[in-house]
């Protein structure tokens, strides 16, 4: 079995609303797949993540 190293979290766009799962330790910079607003931010961690956070898809 293969277990992944981290979250995925469905994020709210805060210009548009939409809603888009975003891998919590992204290595490249996200953009919204409807505006184009930048959603995650890679830190070399923990991506920084712009906009709600209304789920969290633990890795099993």
């Known amino acids: 079995?293969?277990?992944?190293a981290g979250n995925f979290h469905t994020v709210v766009?805060?210009?548009c609303e939409n809603e888009q799962i975003v891998f919590?330790?992204?290595a490249t910079e996200?953009?919204?797949?409807?505006c184009?607003?930048?959603l995650a931010v890679p830190t070399g961690g923990k991506a920084e993540i712009e906009g709600e956070v209304?789920?969290?898809v633990e890795a099993r």
């Open 54 to 56: 209304v789920e969290t």
């Open 30 to 34: 996200v953009s919204c797949a409807v």
């Open 24 to 26: 919590g330790k992204a």
């Open 36 to 38: 184009g607003h930048t």
């Open 1 to 4: 079995m293969i277990t992944m």
């Open 13 to 15: 766009c805060p210009d």
